[in-house]
């Protein structure tokens, strides 16, 4: 048994903050927290002072290798962005070998940021296990559904059975979770949508879509069915199983309050949102409804980085000058959509929360920072003025992933190399 103590001047325990106490960590587990330890009891104990510790961050919406577009074509509507750039790029490079080394390049920034798990859509998705495993990062990860022929399947069967081939490689994995990831509303029919169910349900799946993004597409979906896409997917049934929902900005009061009456899961992705115009999703509104809202970077292509730190900070400044209301999306507030709110969107078990008998992700920031002194609420702090560069540690499921701002997993400097070489081959061959 590995038994780990770990000392900080504020661990936010079990929803609210302790100070000057070790956080005990027994192999992957919390084992609780103590305000005096005996050293000799333990393997290491790791002094940390100046600190503050968080539950680590869930980012639930990611195009993890779309890393390697980032900067590619910017400044553009969402299906030029789309149609014209990305999905030609993608249709030129991908590859299991453009998707595993390009998911480490995202893995390290997820690290970086404090990240400790991701919930992924796109392709290749065992290239992106496999490095997310390499890497020691969680992930829920995506097989995807289209109702058009690619190179990874001709039809709706062949991609489901995609997905059972995920699920019997990575059914024991301890970081890996297998989701069914229909994409959008515009591309999958609702009869695709059902049989997505049917196969989610049977193998206790999460799924994972896209929904009510922009203008264009609740303009699409009611042309083509005479309903809006909120509608529709209640229609469906995707509000009654165990669903999440990237975007949702358009949506009237009544589909609101449908959606809060059914709890439903969704990822906010403000600043991919603001890049590609897409609108501003009513957040206040949801929540104050009962909708369970958490937060995502979407892909780097589109926001442009997987910071999920300072999306959360921009999501909470940004919905208090939207909704007119300087107490709406506290801090306390933001940050349980980042932990608790993500976990439990996400069907994550013992995550979320630093708490005893709960998985060992957790972070350490370095307080002793001019932009992060004096110090009278931390949660404060960690929204509205900590930037990434203070996270100096990363534990996951108990392993000490980034130590001293040094990722102990993968070779980052090997990592950034191979993201030049892919960089050079992009430019010269376009």
């Given at each position: ?61 990611t195009h993890l290798p779309m890393v ?252 208090k000058a939207f909704s007119k209301d ?25 995550m979320g929360i630093i708490k005893k ?74």
């Amino acid at each position: 048994m590995s038994k780990i103590a770990i000392f900080g001047n504020y661990i936010y325990y079990d929803n609210k903050i302790v100070r000057d106490s070790y956080l005990l960590i027994e192999n992957e587990y919390i084992a609780g927290i103590e305000k005096n330890i005996n050293k000799n009891d333990y393997d290491e104990v790791i002094i940390k002072k100046d600190s503050a510790i968080f539950p680590g961050f869930i980012n639930t919406h990611t195009h993890l290798p779309m890393v390697y577009f980032r900067g590619l074509a910017d400044d553009l509507p969402l299906m030029d962005w789309l149609q014209k750039h990305i999905w030609p790029a993608e249709n030129k490079w991908l590859s299991d070998e453009f998707v595993y080394d390009a998911t480490l390049l995202a893995a390290c920034e997820l690290i970086r940021c404090g990240t400790i798990c991701a919930n992924d859509m796109y392709f290749y998705s065992k290239s992106i296990a496999d490095a997310l495993i390499k890497a020691g990062v969680k992930g829920v990860i995506g097989a995807g559904v289209l109702d058009f022929p690619t190179k990874f399947a001709k039809n709706l069967n062949e991609y489901l059975n995609n997905a059972e081939k995920l699920i019997d490689r990575y059914n024991d994995n301890p970081l890996i979770r297998v989701a069914i990831c229909p994409h959008a509303p515009y591309t999958v029919s609702p009869e695709s949508y059902k049989e997505c169910i049917k196969f989610a349900e049977k193998h206790n799946l999460l799924i994972h879509t896209h929904l009510a993004e922009t203008e264009w597409e609740i303009n699409e979906i009611k042309n083509k069915y005479g309903k809006s896409p909120i509608q529709l997917m209640n229609e469906v049934g995707m509000f009654d199983t165990k669903a999440i929902f990237a975007h949702m900005v358009h949506l009237n009061q009544n589909e609101i309050e449908l959606i809060g009456k059914k709890s439903v899961n969704i990822s906010h992705c403000l600043e991919s949102n603001f890049k590609l115009a897409s609108g501003f999703a009513p957040i206040k509104d949801m929540l104050e409804n009962g909708v369970n809202v958490t937060i995502g970077t979407d892909g780097a292509a589109s926001n442009n980085d997987l910071d999920i730190l300072a999306e959360t900070s921009t999501v909470a400044k940004f919905h208090k000058a939207f909704s007119k209301d300087a107490t709406a999306l506290n801090a306390e507030t933001v940050l349980k959509m980042l932990t608790r709110n993500a976990a439990k969107a996400l069907y994550l078990d013992k995550m979320g929360i630093i708490k005893k008998g709960y998985y060992a992700d957790f972070i350490v920031i370095d307080l002793n920072k001019p932009h992060l002194q004096p110090i009278y609420n931390p949660i404060s702090h960690l929204i509205y003025s900590t930037k990434s560069s203070d996270i100096t540690d990363v534990f996951i499921n108990g392993k000490h992933i980034l130590k001293d701002g040094i990722i102990t997993t993968i070779d980052e400097e090997e990592i950034l190399e191979k993201a030049k070489y892919w960089s050079n081959k992009i430019k010269n061959e376009n």
